[in-house]
C-alpha cells in the first residue's frame, strides 16, 4: 500500500547544530507534502508545506527540500535549539487526495 | 482565533463500556478527521469527513468504531464496549479544504487520551 515514512526513528543534535530529518514516499502522483512538530502532550502542528511544482522551500529556521525523481523530502533546521525537542512527522495525501497519511515520526534529541 | 478543540482530555473507562470523544473544529473548516495515536507511535487514520459528503471510514479498525458530524461543524467518535487495546490519544483535525487535491495543512487538537482499565 501507499507509505510515507521516516528514514530514521530517533536523531539527537548539538544545540546550535542543523539537524536533517529525511522522509521517502511511495506514490509518485503525490503533489503536496507536510511537515508536522509533536511536542509531549500536544496534537501536531504545522511547520512547513511544498507542493510538487517545487524543489525547495524554506521558512523561519526551516527549509524543506522535495526530489521527486527518488522520491524523497527532507526537513531541515538550522541551529537547532532545545525547543526544537520533538517528534516530526511527514504527511502526504493518499491517490486521489482524499487523506492525508503520515510516517512514523523522528523523535529529535537535542543536547545541551 | 480559536484552533481545534477536543474534549475530554483525559478519559478513564472500564472495559466494555462505551465512550464519546467531541471534536470542535475550527470554524469554516470544511474537512475533519480522526486520526489514534497509540504511545510513542506515528498516527493511525480513523475517518475524514469532508462537506455533505460520505464520510470515509475505511480507518475505523472495528464496527465498535463510530463518528457523525452534525451539521457540518461538531464531531463525535463512539467506541462501545470499549476493549484494553483501544487505549490510545484520539485526535481531531480539521483543514480549510478537503478531497481532492486536498492542499491545506491540518489543524490538530491536543487529543483525547483514552485508558481503558
Known amino acids: 500500500g501507499e507509505s510515507v515514512g521516516l528514514h530514521l526513528p530517533t536523531l539527537s543534535v548539538q544545540e546550535g547544530d542543523n539537524s536533517i530529518i529525511n522522509c521517502a514516499y511511495s506514490?509518485?502522483?503525490?503533489?503536496?507534502f507536510i511537515w508536522y512538530k509533536q511536542e509531549s502532550g500536544k496534537g501536531p502542528q504545522f511547520i512547513i508545506d511544498i507542493r510538487s511544482n517545487m524543489d525547495k522551500r524554506q521558512g523561519q529556521r526551516v527549509t524543506v527540500l522535495l526530489n521527486k525523481t527518488v522520491k524523497h523530502l527532507s526537513l531541515q533546521i538550522a541551529a537547532t535549539q532545545p525547543g526544537d525537542s520533538a517528534v516530526y512527522f511527514c504527511a502526504g495525501p493518499n491517490t486521489g487526495g482524499f487523506k492525508t497519511i503520515f510516517g512514523a515520526g523522528t523523535r529529535l534529541f537535542v543536547k545541551a | 482565533g480559536a484552533g481545534v478543540s477536543q474534549s475530554p482530555s483525559n478519559k478513564v473507562t472500564e472495559k466494555g463500556k462505551d465512550v464519546e470523544l467531541r471534536c470542535d473544529p475550527i470554524?469554516?473548516?470544511?474537512?475533519l478527521y480522526w486520526y489514534r495515536q497509540s504511545l510513542g507511535q506515528g498516527l493511525e487514520f480513523l475517518i475524514y469527513f469532508q462537506g455533505n459528503s460520505a464520510p470515509d471510514k475505511s480507518g475505523l479498525p472495528s464496527d465498535r468504531f463510530s463518528a457523525e458530524r452534525t451539521g457540518g461543524s461538531v464531531s463525535t467518535l463512539t467506541i462501545q464496549r470499549t476493549q484494553q487495546e483501544d487505549s490510545a490519544v484520539y485526535l481531531c483535525a480539521s483543514s480549510l479544504r478537503g478531497a481532492p487535491n486536498n492542499n491545506s495543512p491540518l489543524h490538530f487538537g491536543n487529543g483525547t487520551r483514552l485508558t481503558v482499565t
Open positions: 470554524s469554516g473548516h470544511t474537512a
Open positions: 506514490n509518485s502522483a503525490s503533489d503536496y
